[in-house]
């Protein structure tokens, strides 16, 4: 075997494997939340199928590029029938200038 087919063969694992035959998790939803913030009027809270911690990143990522200001959003959530967990994004009123 030559130098560079002996280091290949220290970290390879068998044999390639079609991609179909592997067993991947989908990845996440892209989520439009931009459009989804901004359909909440101010003053106003909205309820999402989306997790909580979705939706605190997305509002943190957005107030740490600047589009929207700390505390203009927030994510609640409330137990409901049976225990289940339903989420609100509330849309405070911001003081204007």
Request: hydrophobic letters at 30%.
């Amino acid at each position: 075997m030559s130098k560079d087919n002996e280091a290949q063969q220290e970290y390879v694992v068998g044999r390639p494997v079609p991609i179909g035959e592997l067993r991947l998790q989908e990845r996440a939803p892209l989520y439009p939340w931009w459009d989804i913030l901004k359909a909440i009027p101010e003053g106003h809270a909205q309820e999402l199928r989306i997790s909580f911690t979705s939706c605190k990143r997305a509002i943190e990522g957005f107030v740490k590029s600047g589009r929207i200001k700390k505390g203009e959003f927030e994510v609640r959530s409330k137990t409901g029938e049976g225990d289940k967990r339903r989420v609100f994004i509330l849309h405070h009123t911001t003081k204007r200038r």
